[in-house]
């Protein structure tokens, strides 16, 4: 039999930005670690039960995937992020997560960190917290998180790696700009890519990209994004714009700051065929279709126009 404890992750939210680190901090103190299966419309309707109908289809999926952990874990890993950079925030979901899943789920085992860099509350300490909270010394947590962020490093720059290969091909290429939960979820993200996919395009997707000069490209649009994850989405498309055929928005219902930004994008990209796509609960898949399908075709007839046969 394995004592060994047993940590759960929910494969939603912030798991798509952050899991490789999660996952290698926690094995490399020596824990087993369970990941809930991808979203499906099981997963969904869990999450409905928990939440108002004005929650966000992103927080919804997310309450499905802690419900499915449930006895199956010795602890549930909810983070707590409020603020990344001095000055700008992250949606509120994110802030307010922990207590919000505590409410939600009476004597859920939870383990937690805290990242507020307002408040100096840094992620090096939260997940030295986190591990002496856990009954590890202050340098064995040390050495597992600087492992663990090397590796998510190592991870980050394959995938960029990959999608340098994919920009190099003679495909149609669209950006697909969105969060990573939303991107990269079955029930959202996935559908889209694979109708995409079908079409012979190769996708590019807007977290995969050197944010060296991030700061710089997203006032290209917007002199200041309060949104942190929403900055990365704005200079994501400034990096990638002269490079891809198409742009598509992809947003769960109803986010705010998203709404916000899309609505910039829409305004200040005039050289670009680009879509909003909202996907909330209620979406048909073939509508989602239609919608799709039509803008690769205008795509195709404005690079046809462009690039007349025989001139």
């Keep these: 039999m394995n004592d060994r404890i047993k940590i759960g992750i929910p494969k939603a939210l912030l798991f798509y930005k952050y899991g490789n680190l999660w996952i290698n901090f926690f094995e490399n103190l020596g824990f087993d670690i369970i990941i809930s299966p991808d979203t499906n419309l099981e997963t969904l309707e ?21 419900e499915y952990l449930i006895d199956k874990c010795d602890y549930i890993l909810i983070p ?3 603020c990344l950079n001095k000055h700008e925030k992250l949606c509120t979901n994110f802030s307010a997560l922990y207590d919000l899943t505590k ?4 004597d859920l085992p939870i383990l937690h960190y805290n990242v507020d860099v307002d408040h100096h509350d840094s992620e090096l300490f939260a997940f ?11 340098f064995d947590s040390m050495s597992a998180y600087r492992d663990a962020l090397h ?4 991870q980050q720059t394959l995938k960029l790696k990959k999608q340098m290969e994919k920009l190099r091909s003679d495909n149609l290429k669209i950006l697909m700009v969105a969060h990573p939960y939303n991107l990269h979820d079955e029930l959202i993200g996935k559908q889209i890519q694979t109708l995409l996919e079908k079409e012979g395009v190769s996708v590019i997707y807007s977290d995969c990209y050197d944010e060296s000069n991030l700061e710089e490209e997203a006032k290209v649009i917007s002199p200041k994004s309060y949104w942190t994850y929403n900055q990365e989405l704005l200079g994501a498309i400034v990096h990638y714009k002269k490079r891809v055929d198409g742009i598509i928005l992809l947003t769960t219902f ?14 200040k990209i005039k050289d670009k065929p680009i879509i909003n796509l909202i996907i909330d609960e209620l ?17 195709k007839e404005k690079k046809k126009r462009r690039n007349p046969v025989g001139k």
């Design 46 to 66: 869990k999450g409905k039960l928990k939440l108002d109908d004005e929650a966000c289809l992103s927080l919804k999926i997310f309450m499905g995937h802690v």
């Design 80 to 82: 707590r992020i409020a």
């Design 103 to 106: 409410n939600l789920f009476q």
């Design 128 to 138: 030295l917290d986190m591990g002496k909270e856990l009954g590890f010394s202050y």
């Design 151 to 154: 590796y998510q490093k190592q």
């Design 254 to 267: 109803p986010c705010g700051p998203d709404s916000l930004t899309n609505e910039m994008c829409l305004h």
């Design 283 to 299: 979406n048909s898949e073939n509508g989602l279709t239609t919608r799709i399908e039509s803008f690769i075709d205008i795509i």
